[in-house]
């Protein structure tokens, strides 16, 4: 009888990877050692083969077999296929922080609003933000909303993030803090004359003679009194 010794049939699968867009793509040497065997044995032979990237656009999306390994079919004892892998190119993670604000209580909502982006890395590089479209369209936080005139607090700032648009970035959007703060308000004591012998006004016709700079008519009732403290003549 004859016992008939066929070649071991391996699998070489190159690796599917991703990258940013600007990103170079891996090198041969990084694919290559990326790649898998399926089959193969430790027997000691080391199979040949090499990997390579034949796209060298940077067109966002995944790009088919376009990662490829190579080498002789026939190796020794092993019969050797090969399995393409796939590129996929992906946006740069961006946050675009909305700047905070202060307002005092009564006040319009700023109007010069920034935005701060925020990100370990850009690519490509030298990234111009303006490219980023939408930016103006700033809205305030819906729990609560904050008008002229809402009482002192925090309310968030966000804006739009359906509005913000890039070829090249992948956006989130991290509101800000809008304070409103207490309004400053200044009560003025009136400055009264009298004839020697006469009484000092009343504290009724003081308070009532005092004026108040800095309210707003938001039908709040400042509480305070007036008096004269001089009761000599």
Known sequence: ATVMVTQRCVTVTAPS??????????????????????GKIDDGFALVYSAT?????????????????????????YLVSYVPGDLKID???LRIRVAD??????EDVPTDLGFKPEAERYEPANPDVAKITGLGDVTFGT???????????????STNSAALSSAYYDITVVPGTLTVTQRCVTVTAP???????????????????CTVSGNLDDGFALVYSATCTYLGD
């Open 53 to 77: 990237c034949t796209y060298t656009g940077d067109e966002l999306g995944t790009h088919e077999g376009v990662i490829t390994v190579t080498g002789e079919v026939n190796q020794g004892n």
């Open 17 to 38: 990877v991703t990258r940013l867009v600007g990103e170079t793509n891996p090198t041969d040497g990084e694919l290559t050692d990326g790649c898998t065997m399926d």
């Open 191 to 209: 400055s009264k004359t009298r004839k020697v012998g006469e009484a000092n006004p009343s504290d009724d016709v003081l308070k009532a003679e």
């Open 101 to 106: 604000a202060s307002v005092a209580y009564g």
């Open 91 to 93: 946006k740069v993670p």
């Open 143 to 157: 729990t609560p909303t904050y008008v002229r005139g809402s009482p002192v607090g925090t309310y968030a700032i």
